[in-house]
Structure formats: C-alpha cells, structure tokens
C-alpha cells in the first residue's frame, strides 16, 4: 500500500487512479488476509421465506490455503463466528430466526477453484497406481489343522474335512443338490 502511495508515476495520475491502485493494492493484501465470510439465513416468521446475507471478509489467523486448515481455523472461536451468532435473531426487536455457516471467502474464482484443488492431483496419481494393481493370485485356504468333520452347507450332509491347499485329488464331498 505504502509502494503505491509513494509511486512517483503518481503525478501523472489522476486521485481517482491512484485511490483505484491504493484500492487494487489493498484488496490483494485482503486476498490473502481476510478469508472468512460469514453466510447466513434470516426471516422475522416461520412462514417468510429465508433472506441469504453474507458477512466479511474477516480476517483468519495465519493463511487458510487448503481445506485442512480453513476446518481448523473455523474450529476455535473467530470474530466470523461471533458475527455469525448475531443473525440469530433481530436484537433490535428481539424477533426472527436466524442460521448461518463459516466459509472461505477469495478475491477471484481461481482463488476458489485452487483452494479445493490441493490434493487433487495426488488423488489422480493414487487411481493410476490402484488401477494397475494386480492382486496376488489367492490360492485356496490351508484348513490342515482344523480336526472333525464338516456340514455341507447346501444339503447339510457331514462329510471329512479336507484341505483343498495340500490334499489334492483326495476324495471330497459330492452334494446330493448341487447336481
């Protein structure tokens, strides 16, 4: 902000200019410092239909440039949240309902876009691995040391255990329903 003020080019500009650039520098400053808003739901009556306002932008501590740290930024008590719980009700009437939600505010909608991006790619890179991920083949489950006998589960015949894994060709049961 000061650069600007202090731009010598200055004198060549008009006041409206330069409170445009003054205005330019110290949006781009709020860009990154004010990202909070606070959107919100009001009505004097039930059967009124809900009114949508938008509070802020409100300043963040530290800088809010993915989800993870927007959710912990919003989790502690902010000025956003303060505002936020003030649509709760007309304090001038007492009268009216209200709701609201913190949510992150940006300058331009590549700013938003960007923001919910953060991760993205490295989620497109773990769907390549997984897709070309062969399972190792599963053989049959060794079941050499479990003892006694077994009910087919379709016909409820008891037969002797067998292990498919280690005794191949060994007699197996031959379900009466199967066939």
Known sequence: MATTLTDPENRNRSAEEVAELAI???DEIRSRTHRLAVVGQVRYEPQDPPQTVVLGPFSSRGIIDAPEKFRA????????RDAGQGLAWDSKTGR????FMLAPAFLRPRDAWDFFRVGREDA???????AGWA????????TCGLVGEIACHVCGASYERHCF???????THRCRRAA
Request: proline content about 8%; charged content about 20%; glycine content about 16%.
């Open 73 to 80: 930024t919003v989790s502690g008590g902010t000025a956003a």
């Open 165 to 171: 894994r280690h005794e191949s060709g060994a007699d």
């Open 96 to 99: 009216g309902r209200g709701r």
């Open 124 to 130: 497109a890179d773990i769907t390549a691995v997984v």
């Open 135 to 142: 399972p190792p083949e599963i053989g049959p489950v060794c």
């Open 24 to 26: 330019a520098a110290l």
